[in-house]
Nanobody, 119 residues
Framework: QLQLVESGGGLVQPGGSLTLTCTPS????????TAWFRQAPGKEREGVAD??HEDRQTTYADSVKGRFTISRTTLQMNSLEPDDTAVYYC??????????????????WGPGTQVTVSS
C-alpha cells in the first residue's frame, strides 16, 4: 500500500510561483509513476504532469507546458494564472498500469491541496 499527502498549496498572485510536494509513505517503487491532477469547481479533473520513476520521462498537459516542472516528489509551478486555480491531487501507480495523465489508471491518490491564483 502507498499513502500520499500533498502540501504547499495556498494563495498566490498571478505571475507568481508555488511548489507543491507529494509525500509518500509505504511502498514507493522505482517502477511507479507519480502524477499531478487538478480539478476546478464545475470542471472535469485534468491531468497536469506525470513522471516515470524508472527513466524520469515526463508528460505535461499543453496548458502547463513551459510553466510547470514535475519531479518525483514536487510540482514546481511558475507564471501562475487565475485558470490554474483548483484543488491539486498527487497520484501514483505501477508503470505497467499507468497511461500518463489518464486518471483511472493511477492506483493511489492523495486528499488534495487547494491552489488559488488571485490578486
Amino acid at each position: 500500500q502507498l499513502q500520499l499527502v500533498e502540501s504547499g498549496g495556498g494563495l498566490v498572485q498571478p505571475g507568481g510561483s508555488l511548489t507543491l510536494t507529494c509525500t509518500p509513505s509505504g511502498i514507493d517503487s522505482d517502477f511507479y509513476h507519480t502524477a499531478w491532477f487538478r480539478q476546478a469547481p464545475g470542471k472535469e479533473r485534468e491531468g497536469v504532469a506525470d513522471i516515470s520513476h524508472e527513466d524520469r520521462q515526463t508528460t505535461y498537459a499543453d496548458s502547463v507546458k513551459g510553466r510547470f516542472t514535475i519531479s518525483r516528489t514536487t510540482l514546481q509551478m511558475n507564471s501562475l494564472e487565475p485558470d490554474d486555480t483548483a484543488v491539486y491531487y498527487c497520484a501514483s501507480g505501477p508503470g505497467v498500469e499507468v497511461t500518463p495523465l489518464l486518471g483511472f489508471t493511477y492506483r493511489y491518490w492523495g486528499p488534495g491541496t487547494q491552489v488559488t491564483v488571485s490578486s
